[in-house]
T-cell receptor
Framework: DAKTTQPPSMDCAEGRAANLPCNHS???????VYWYRQIHSQGPQYIIH???NNETNEMASLIITEDRKSSTLILPHATLRDTAVYYC????????????FGKGTRLSVIA | DTEVTQTPKHLVMGMTNKKSLKCEQH?????MYWYKQKAKKPPELMFV???????INESVPSRFSPECPNSSLLNLHLHALQPEDSALYLC????????????????FGPGTRLTVL
């Protein structure tokens, strides 16, 4: 079973920041938080991952609370192409550990 | 090349047919995965291969038979499927041995959309 809880859907105006929350209250010390997204009819795409520090890459920022029980994915300037289902996944940092997908958040970016 | 390719894109088959799905990557990844995704549901793991050996089988029915003939190829052989097996079948690959923070993200292909009549 997925170890994360996400809101089923969110809307965001184009050009604004999209903040997607995720609860993972049972996360263990050696588990990382990963974010993937799936644009309609495509395979999932890796976005970012982190352990306890905040992380940023060219796609997004990941903010993890100090107790690590929740996190927020931030898309700083959402575009229509960011409309997708976003999955927050808690996972051991091991090269062939499979992903266990929860239901995700369907983000709709509106013009 | 950071691409995982899957063929065919679409497949329609009868319940008595035998068909195969193919997945290929040239990123040097030694872990490869099959996931199944029903409409409006998240992907679910089916199989994991590590160094061309089957390491995880999520109690998948024997009508699905995976094969990893070499480090770049992953096949899924289908036989006597049921209509409820209609789904998007996703292949993914990743590195196995990791340095800290090396990034072991999984790269997914576009999937094969399977319809069983």
């Amino acid at each position: 079973d997925a170890k994360t809880t996400q809101p089923p859907s969110m809307d965001c105006a184009e050009g604004r920041a999209a903040n997607l929350p995720c609860n993972h209250s049972t996360i263990s010390g050696n588990e990382y938080v990963y974010w993937y997204r799936q644009i309609h009819s495509q395979g999932p795409q890796y976005i970012i991952h982190g352990l306890k520090n905040n992380e940023t890459n060219e796609m997004a920022s990941l903010i993890i609370t100090e107790d690590r029980k929740s996190s927020t994915l931030i898309l700083p300037h959402a575009t229509l192409r960011d409309t997708a289902v976003y999955y927050c996944i808690v996972r051991l940092y091991s090269g062939n550990t499979p992903l266990v997908f929860g239901k995700g958040t369907r983000l709709s970016v509106i013009a | 090349d950071t691409e995982v390719t899957q063929t065919p894109k679409h497949l329609v088959m009868g319940m008595t047919n035998k068909k195969s799905l193919k997945c290929e990557q040239h990123m040097g990844h030694r872990a490869m995965y099959w996931y199944k995704q029903k409409a409006k549901k998240p992907p679910e793991l089916m199989f994991v291969y590590s160094y061309e050996k089957l390491s995880i089988n999520e109690s998948v029915p024997s009508r699905f038979s995976p094969e990893c003939p070499n480090s770049s190829l992953l096949n899924l052989h289908l036989h006597a499927l049921q209509p409820e097996d209609s789904a998007l079948y996703l292949c993914a690959s990743s590195q196995v041995l990791q340095r800290e923070w090396a990034g072991n993200e999984q790269f997914f292909g576009p999937g094969t959309r399977l319809t069983v009549l």
